[in-house]
T-cell receptor
Framework: NAGVTQTPKFQVLKTGQSMTLQCAQDMNHEYMSWYRQDPGMGLRLIHYSVGAGITDQGEVPNGYNVSRSTTEDFPLRLLSAAPSQTSVYFC???????????????FGEGSRLTVL | KQEVTQIPAALSVPEGENLVLNCSFTDSAIYNLQWFRQDPGKGLTSLLLIQSSQREQTSGRLNASLDKSSGRSTLYIAASQPGDSATYLCAVSEGSGSARQLTFGSGTQLTVLP
C-alpha cells in the first residue's frame, strides 16, 4: 500500500514550457486534489476531483489543467509555465462515500517545481 | 471566507519541555480540524483529527483540543524531543459532502534543542 505517489520530485522548467505532474493513489479514494505551498501563504487548493470524470476549481486554478480518467490518477498540467508557478505542489486524497469516513486527508511527498 | 491563523510562526524550546501550539479560525461552522506535521522537503503527515462534535483527541505525547465557539484549537506536545522538530500545520474542513475543503494555516516551525 503506497498511499499517494507523486512524480517527479523535482523539476526545472523554462518560461513557456509545459509539463505534467503525476499523482496516483492506491487507497480507492474518491476525492483527489492538488495544492501549492508557498512561503508565508500556507497551502492553497488548485483543483480537486470527487470521482472519475468530475473535476472542479479551487482557490488558485489559473494556469493549471486537470483531468480524472480513473479513480487512481489525477495529473496536473501546466500548459505554459510562468515564474509565478515556482512552488511545491502536493497531491492529496480522501474518502468521500466509503465507511468509516473521518474526513482525513492523505498527502503525497510533494513535487518541487522551479520555473526560470 | 474562512481564515486560519497559527501563532507563533516559529518556536524554539529546550528538550523535555511541554509546549502548546495555537490555531485560530474565523468561521466556527467547521466539519473537522486536522493537525499535520511537515518535515523539511517532505509531505504532510496527519497527526490528529478532531470532529466538530469532539472536544479533544490524544495520540501518544500529543493532545489536540477544539473549542468551536471561540474558534480555537491547541496542540499540546508533552516532554518534547529533538525528533519533534518540524513545521506543524492546522487545517479546518468546512462545506458539505463531497465538496468539503480544507483551509490551512501557515504553520508553526518548532525547533526542540537537545
Amino acid at each position: 500500500n503506497a498511499g499517494v505517489t507523486q512524480t517527479p520530485k523535482f523539476q526545472v522548467l523554462k518560461t513557456g514550457q509545459s509539463m505534467t505532474l503525476q499523482c496516483a493513489q492506491d487507497m480507492n479514494h474518491e476525492y483527489m486534489s492538488w495544492y501549492r505551498q508557498d512561503p508565508g501563504m500556507g497551502l492553497r487548493l488548485i483543483h480537486y476531483s470527487v470521482g472519475a470524470g468530475i473535476t472542479d476549481q479551487g482557490e488558485v486554478p489559473n494556469g493549471y489543467n486537470v483531468s480524472r480518467s480513473t479513480t487512481e490518477d489525477f495529473p496536473l498540467r501546466l500548459l505554459s509555465a510562468a515564474p509565478s508557478q515556482t512552488s511545491v505542489y502536493f497531491c492529496a486524497s480522501r474518502i468521500i462515500y466509503q465507511k468509516p469516513n473521518t474526513g482525513e486527508l492523505f498527502f503525497g511527498e510533494g513535487s518541487r517545481l522551479t520555473v526560470l | 471566507k474562512q481564515e486560519v491563523t497559527q501563532i507563533p510562526a516559529a518556536l524554539s524550546v529546550p528538550e523535555g519541555e511541554n509546549l502548546v501550539l495555537n490555531c485560530s479560525f474565523t468561521d466556527s461552522a467547521i466539519y473537522n480540524l486536522q493537525w499535520f506535521r511537515q518535515d523539511p522537503g517532505k509531505g504532510l503527515t496527519s497527526l490528529l483529527l478532531i470532529q466538530s462534535s469532539q472536544r479533544e483527541q490524544t495520540s501518544g505525547r500529543l493532545n489536540a483540543s477544539l473549542d468551536k465557539s471561540s474558534g480555537r484549537s491547541t496542540l499540546y506536545i508533552a516532554a518534547s524531543q529533538p525528533g519533534d522538530s518540524a513545521t506543524y500545520l492546522c487545517a479546518v474542513s468546512e462545506g458539505s459532502g463531497s465538496a468539503r475543503q480544507l483551509t490551512f494555516g501557515s504553520g508553526t516551525q518548532l525547533t526542540v534543542l537537545p
